[in-house]
């Protein structure tokens, strides 16, 4: 079945800059590895050494995150949309003491 997978800004560049891929899957896991069979340079940034997904990237089926629910074997329906969704590390933290 026909699911739509996001691919976030800063991974565009190893996807040939596609925004999203439409992709034959009946799970997470599947969906992914089609992705990745597509687009092989994708594999260092989402999975680490072990094969697992990194723990800096968050998948979400439509707007549950899939650590909540059966992780990559997350079953899919037709049309669902996967977001693949980076943390982002960084940014300034501010304090301001008033007197």
Known sequence: MPVKVIIPTPLRQYADKKESLEVQAKTVAEALAAVIAQYGDLRKHLYNDEGKLRSFVNIYVGDEDI????????????????????SIAGGAYSCCICS
Do not use: G
């Not at 079953?75 to 980076?86: A, H, K």
């Open 67 to 86: 650590r909540f629910l059966q992780k990559d074997q997350t079953p899919l329906n037709e049309n669902d949309v996967i977001s693949i969704v980076p």
